[in-house]
Nanobody
Framework: QVQLVESGGGLVQAGGSLRLSCAASEHTFTFSAMGWFRQAPGKEREFVSFIRVSGGSTVYAGSVKGRFTISRDNAKNTVYLQMNSLKSEDTAIYYC?????????????????????WGQGTQVTVSS
């Protein structure tokens, strides 16, 4: 089975930055894409960003575009989420996900159901 382990969460003031990491137990080349989702208290899990493992193309949710950057280091089997200019609205548990199936386009990767494996999550809290 595949294991994904998130790290890097914590408490930060509004306007600050954090970098999340997601380490995979398999080579990232076994996945078509890896993504980040988040879930705030009382809300459903929502898409944040994904990256194509092979080509490196990226997609961002409108709420984080221009502030967050997703990247990957395939040699380290790791995906990152650099979060800048953090807002209180970014407070949530952040989850890493990996997709085995190679979908055309982006639509499948914008939903939780497009992914096969999930990490346990890391808490991000932004104070104001």
């Amino acid at each position: 089975q595949v294991q994904l382990v998130e790290s890097g969460g914590g408490l930060v003031q509004a306007g600050g930055s954090l970098r999340l990491s997601c380490a995979a137990s398999e080579h990232t080349f076994t996945f078509s894409a890896m993504g980040w989702f988040r879930q705030a208290p009382g809300k459903e899990r929502e898409f944040v960003s994904f990256i194509r493992v092979s080509g490196g193309s990226t997609v961002y949710a409108g709420s984080v575009k221009g502030r967050f950057t997703i990247s990957r280091d395939n040699a380290k089997n790791t995906v990152y989420l650099q979060m800048n200019s953090l807002k209180s609205e970014d407070t949530a548990i952040y989850y890493c996900a990996a997709a085995r199936r190679d979908y055309s386009g982006s639509s499948a990767y914008l939903t939780s159901y497009g992914y096969d494996y999930w990490g346990q999550g890391t808490q991000v809290t932004v104070s104001s």
